[in-house]
């Protein structure tokens, strides 16, 4: 039986960086995705956590950090807006570790999953030219910034890059590359991206200066030069690097350019360079007029390369036990019933609340310890006065209260329809007995409920955060039954809540007839157990058809209650030790 804490599972973890940034995660459904409204879906997941966590810190830092404005503007060029997703991942990756560093090892781990294992030195030299400089840009990018283990497969990159448009024209890019850290916005990360497609070979090169050509540069269309530069170009090698006779290829593919956009002077290599390129004399206008067909196959976002695995992995996981989220109240519900079983619940809360009253709000003298000055002499210990024990006077320490956080989870499924109202009233009883005592926060939700969007999530009845006249104003209570028994799927969400709530102790009680879905037994049992070690205390709490042995199944500990009149003196044995000190 699992009894790994809860803390360091997907959906706290989602849930935690949810509200440090702001940015809403979902852990649900089977497919991983940003939506319209900048909203992080993310599949449950419990064989790679990592992934998934590294998915939701990138997601996250792209609906706080980019610019989709700039995207929407490049996208009439698919070479530029893969290359524009390269570097802004790179660029958003880094400001999350800076803003967040506990995202840095989720972040990496993600680059290595979706860059560095699935690479095959082989397929390097297959690679077309407009593929060679994008992957060179990605790995060499992710390579020199951010993760060193990149190395192998962006050195046999940034090789083919020599080779392709030559040494200095290739360490140009890079060093393009290696300002996207100095970018405050996505818009400055694609003029970068302008710089770099500037800088790769034309077949219509512009002079370097306006005047005229420079000593290096591509002979002119037409100039007397251009019919001797098949002869001199054997000569080149010894001549030097001042030699105009360089071969017409060789001087488009390391000649300057003028930029798309924005000035690349500062970057653009000279004629000197180390070595040849070999080729694609035209590849700016290859890049240019490139479709995504021609580009397929490319990794230009990894966040969609993790998103596309951790929706495959989806696919192998079980449906029924993906957890749900909680959703907002339930629509299918009765405000006649709901305002019955309010009425019992107060009625059946009186007796109840000032048990629970007394225990956590009675000082009590409860432990007795020797001090050298006081008000109360232990006769018993003055004949130890000669023997130099001067510790003769009693104190009696008060208990202290303890804050805690109790949320209740209320089973609703068709099985549990003749239990409704009990059930129910039970759960405004406790609410209702525990509103005004200090320093204990109350929450409690419902399950199963389906969305109008038809998926399965939890219903509010009562935040912690809102008083329960409001709960019970806003339509908590009244729901009706449906649907089976994903015990299971719904305690992750109640346990997300009560580990969020302020409070030192952690309670999580649990109305329900003790039968979950079948086959998911096991799973509940083992899900009770991480709450436990998380510090959550979880309390069964039988109706309908619920007995001992049923209950037995599922929990630790647990009370077949069967009817609101018989809640106090159940409760009574369940809280008493949790809720007092």
């Known amino acids: 039986m699992s009894t790994k804490s809860l803390v360091g599972s997907l959906p706290i973890y989602a849930q935690h960086l949810a509200e440090k940034t702001g940015v809403k995660v979902f852990v649900e459904g089977s497919v991983a995705y940003t939506n319209v409204n900048r909203e992080v879906y993310v599949p449950f997941a419990d064989d790679d956590l990592d992934l998934a966590f590294g998915y939701i810190d990138h997601e996250c830092s792209h609906v706080r950090n980019t610019d989709l404005e700039a995207f929407e503007q490049s996208k009439s060029v698919a070479f530029r807006r893969h290359l524009l997703n390269a570097l802004e991942d790179i660029r958003i990756e880094r400001l999350s570790m800076e803003q967040y560093p506990g995202t840095e090892d989720n972040l990496r781990y993600l680059n290595r999953k979706v860059l560095l294992e699935p690479f095959v030195a082989a397929s390097v030299d297959a690679c077309p030219p407009l593929h060679v400089v994008a ?13 060193p283990q990149l190395e192998v497969p962006a050195k046999a990159y940034l090789a083919r890059l020599d080779s392709l448009i030559g040494t200095d024209a290739a360490r140009s890019v ?165 305002e019955s079983r309010v009425r019992y619940g107060v009625f059946q809360s009186s007796g109840l609340q000032q048990c629970l ?38 104190h009696k320490a008060r208990a202290e209260r303890s804050s805690a956080a109790v949320q209740l989870l209320l089973d609703k499924s068709t099985s549990m329809r003749e239990s409704m109202g009990e059930a129910e009233a039970a759960i405004y009883a406790v609410l209702h007995a525990l509103e005004n005592i200090p320093q204990v926060t109350t929450g409690a939700m419902s399950f199963p409920n389906m969305s109008g969007d038809g998926v399965e999530r939890c219903a509010l009845i009562k935040s912690w955060r809102e008083r329960l006249v409001t709960a019970v104003r806003e339509g908590g209570f009244g729901a009706s039954a449906q649907g089976l028994t994903p015990l299971y799927r719904a305690i992750w969400p109640a346990a997300c809540e009560v580990l969020r709530a302020p409070g030192e102790r952690k309670l999580l009680l649990i109305a329900t007839d003790g039968e979950p879905d079948s086959g998911t037994e096991q799973q509940v049992r083992e899900l009770v157990a991480r709450c436990e070690a998380s510090g959550i205390e979880v309390f069964g709490l039988g109706f309908g058809k619920a007995t001992a042995t049923v209950l037995a199944k599922c929990f630790s500990r647990y009370q077949a209650i069967g009817q609101v009149s018989n809640l106090k003196n159940a409760l009574y044995e369940l809280v008493r030790e949790s809720l007092v000190a």
């Open 135 to 147: 992957n060179a840009v990605l790995f060499g990018g992710y390579w020199l910034l951010q993760e």
């Open 174 to 338: 890079m060093e393009i590359v290696k300002r996207t850290l100095d970018c405050g916005s996505t818009w400055e990360v694609l003029q970068l991206v302008d710089e770099i497609i500037a800088l790769l070979p034309s077949s219509s090169e512009a002079p370097r200066d306006k005047n005229g050509p420079q000593p290096g540069d591509a002979n002119e269309p037409g100039s007397p030069e251009a019919g001797e530069s098949d002869q001199e170009g054997q000569q080149s090698n010894q001549e030097g690097p001042n030699s105009s006779g360089d071969d017409a290829s060789e001087a488009g593919n390391q000649g300057a350019v003028e930029p798309c956009d924005g000035p690349a002077e500062a970057a653009k290599p000279n004629a000197s360079g180390e070595s040849a390129p070999d080729g694609a004399p035209n590849l700016r206008e290859l890049a240019m007029e490139a479709s995504e067909a021609d580009l397929d196959g490319l990794v230009s976002d990894v966040g969609d390369v993790a998103a596309a695995l951790l929706t495959q992995g989806a696919k192998s996981n079980p449906p029924n036990l993906s957890p749900f989220t909680l959703g907002g109240r339930a629509m299918d519900r009765s405000q006649m019933e709901g």
């Open 357 to 394: 009253y007394g225990l956590l709000q009675a000082k009590v003298d409860c432990r007795v310890s020797l001090r050298r000055s006081g008000k109360r002499l232990d006769t018993g210990r003055l004949a130890m006065l000669p023997a130099g024990e001067t510790r003769i006077y009693r």
